[in-house]
């Protein structure tokens, strides 16, 4: 990557700009390393938007890291719920016990703090600087991109070589008075000036005058990235199962693998037809009294995507499911964001097991 010199003139104008742009978060105002910790974990693949509200309601259940590594998982789970990455928050907790047991705390340097699960580079070095003003960089998507628009780089970022240049660069220059402020500034330039896609908001940049992207107009083109692989699809029927006390069917996903070991909505590989809905209920010792279709819906995870159809149905008999009643649904069992087109059915079945008595 050319022309990384330039990033020695970038901190004072960023800083700056952040002084009087930053965004007003609630994990900027108290940079405890535990708070700080769990804002970047639930940061990960999610919008701002989305995560303040759960971020308050994690830290009101769990407000230190003593709490987090003493709560029951389906507690973890359920205020989890609707996040995603659900691998997140059993990390967090195992970090939590981690933490404890090996340092009596939150460490604050990079190599300790990277030691931990579900904790990498780029966490590591926004804690370490965020919360222990340790002068290390934390490279991310938005840092590289403005980066790359920066010093009209046209190198694949998401090489690991790149971004270890792109590190080491950062370290040379970030202020020592100010380490955690000068990161959150370039993500904050990333995530609202510099943005994604193809839609640099350039006219308002405080790095406008450096940008040899925009001086030479191929900031909208950058940053490059390798071509990903593509999604595999993936055709599913999903079955809301509800018994005559209006419970809704779940069951455990296998311990390893996408979603592990949550809980889920009884699942069937393909679109099935009724003929094959009623060979599934006989094969797990029940019977399906009334059948409903419920539509379509998709879920995108990283390499797959889930195309769905639903079926809303009254049975009789237990199977091989665990029974949850509505308000268990809604206080206990955390159910994945891959099924939300479908939770309004499993609410609503007790209505629809004691109304619909029609045979089929």
């Avoid at 742009?21 to 940079?31: G, M």
């Avoid at 992207?213 to 999604?231: C, D, H, N």
Wanted: proline letters at 8%.
């Amino acid at each position: 990557m050319e022309n990384l010199e330039l990033l020695a003139r970038v901190p004072a104008p960023l800083l700056a700009w952040y002084d009087k742009e930053a965004r007003d978060l609630p994990w900027r105002q108290n940079t405890d390393p535990y708070r700080v910790w769990v804002s970047e974990i639930m940061l990960q693949q999610t919008r701002v938007e989305a995560v303040i509200p759960y971020y308050e309601r994690f830290l009101s259940a769990f407000p230190d890291l003593k709490a987090l590594a003493e709560a029951p998982e389906e507690q973890l789970l359920k205020l989890w719920e609707g996040l995603g990455y659900y691998s997140r928050a059993r990390n967090l907790q195992k970090a939590a016990r981690e933490a404890l047991s090996r340092f009596g705390g939150l460490p604050g340097e990079v190599q300790e703090l990277s030691s931990l699960p579900g904790i990498g580079a780029y966490t590591a070095g926004a804690i370490a600087s965020i919360a222990f003003s340790r002068p290390v960089p934390a490279v991310d998507g938005n840092v590289l991109r403005v980066v790359a628009r920066l010093t009209d780089s046209h190198d694949d970022v998401l090489a690991p070589a790149v971004k270890r240049e792109v590190e080491k660069a950062v370290t040379a220059v970030i202020p020592h008075d100010r380490p955690g402020d000068f990161n959150q500034a370039v993500m904050d330039l990333g995530a609202t000036v510099c943005l994604p896609n193809g839609a640099p908001r350039c006219e308002v940049c405080p790095l406008a005058k450096l940008c040899l992207g925009l001086a030479r107009s191929t900031a909208p083109e950058l940053p490059v990235k390798a071509k990903k692989k593509e999604r595999r699809i993936e055709e599913k029927t999903v079955l809301v199962l509800i018994d005559s006390e209006g419970r809704a069917a779940l069951e455990r996903r296998p311990a390893r693998g996408l979603l592990a070991g949550l809980w889920q909505l009884p699942l069937l590989s393909g679109h099935a037809a009724e003929k094959e809905l009623h060979q599934a209920l006989e094969g797990w010792g029940m019977q399906a009294q009334s059948l409903r279709p419920l539509g379509n819906a998709a879920h995108i995870f990283s390499h797959v995507e889930w195309r769905m159809t639903g079926w809303l149905v009254r049975v009789r008999g237990e199977g091989p499911f665990t029974w949850a009643a509505p308000e268990e649904l809604e206080e206990r069992y955390a159910l994945p964001s891959a099924f939300r087109a479908y939770r309004p059915a499993c609410l609503e079945g007790g209505a629809f097991a004691a109304a619909d008595t029609s045979p089929h």
